[in-house]
């Protein structure tokens, strides 16, 4: 039998994983937010051209 000394919680493992994959996902915002203002800041038909890519042909 261990000595509760020894045993380790599971717990900080877990919220580094948390951790881990939120800022994966924040990176990924991040990214895609800069991809749509970018079109906006190089000109009108950079920005219609990814806004067709979106939302498709009519």
Do not use: C, N
């Amino acid at each position: 039998m261990r000595s509760s000394a020894y045993q380790h919680s599971h717990w900080p493992a877990r919220l580094d994983l948390l951790q881990s994959a939120s800022g994966l996902i924040l990176t990924l915002f991040m990214w895609a937010h800069m991809f749509l203002v970018s079109s906006i800041l190089i000109s009108k038909d950079a920005m219609y051209t990814v806004a067709k890519l979106f939302e498709g042909y009519y």
